[in-house]
């Protein structure tokens, strides 16, 4: 199975300051189709998640252009440049390119 | 717009079975892929189950694989989830999620298996 790794786990964060999750694969999650399967999903407390970001970089209708990813292979990026006060939760980076589809352990993120 | 309404969730003894349902409405589920997500108490999220969009490849995680199945009802525009042998390790909120990259979540349903 796919390992997804991410760094931190907790990231506190100031408002209006910018954050940045690292996660990371244990195998390449380009596909045979040449697409890469990695998608990054918000969750608040007491909530179901929601999809940020799908094949890396494709932000999703109605979230903010102050949420950005990046990467490429094996190594991947989720940044804010701007934290508000909503975006604190869980961030999970998620790969689906080789089933078993397999989640990060998740960034707790709150404010400092 | 898309969505989707998970039910069937409850208290079961370890050894028991339970359906889950996951109501569609927006978009048709026998035309989409769909996913079962799973999140223990606590914990991080677990893709369970997940059937390509023609429905004719269904796969199941390791911990479920013998288990659990996944189902559709095109006329109830419904995706199931049949849940059999239950254990503990099983307790969890079970979401539906719809399309290859998760797209759109329900709200999720509690599965408890304690005797």
């Known amino acids: 199975d796919v390992v997804m790794t991410q760094s931190p786990l907790s990231l506190p964060v100031t408002l209006g300051q910018p954050a940045s999750i690292s996660c990371r694969s244990s195998?390449?999650?380009?596909?045979?189709?040449?697409?890469?399967?990695v998608n990054w999903f918000h969750q608040r407390p007491g909530q179901s998640p929601r999809r940020l970001i799908y094949?890396?970089?494709n932000r999703d209708s109605g979230v903010p252009d102050r949420f950005s990813g990046s990467g490429s292979g094996t190594d991947f990026t989720l940044k804010v440049s701007r934290v508000e006060a909503e975006d604190v939760g869980v961030y999970y980076c998620?790969?689906?390119?080789?089933?078993?589809?397999?989640f990060g352990p998740g960034t707790k993120v709150d404010v400092k | 717009q898309v969505q989707l309404v998970e039910s069937g969730g409850g208290v079961v003894q370890p050894g028991g079975s339970l359906r889950l349902s996951c109501a569609a409405s927006?978009?048709?589920?026998?035309?989409?892929?769909m996913q079962w997500v799973r999140q223990a108490p606590g914990k991080g999220l677990e893709s369970v189950a997940y059937?390509?969009?023609?429905?004719?490849?269904?796969h199941y995680g390791e911990s479920v694989e013998g288990r659990f199945t996944v189902s559709r009802d095109s006329s109830k525009n419904t995706l199931y989830l049949q849940m059999n042998g239950l254990r503990g390790d099983d307790t969890a909120v079970y979401y539906c999620?719809?399309?290859?990259?998760?797209?759109?979540w329900g709200q999720g349903t509690l599965v408890t298996v304690s005797s």
């Open positions: 999620a719809k399309g290859y990259t998760l797209d759109s």
């Open positions: 927006g978009f048709t589920v026998t035309n989409s892929a």
């Open positions: 059937t390509e969009y023609e429905g004719s490849f269904m």
């Open positions: 195998q390449s999650l380009v596909h045979s189709n040449g697409n890469t399967y």
């Open positions: 094949k890396v970089s």
């Open positions: 998620m790969q689906t390119t080789h089933w078993p589809f397999t």
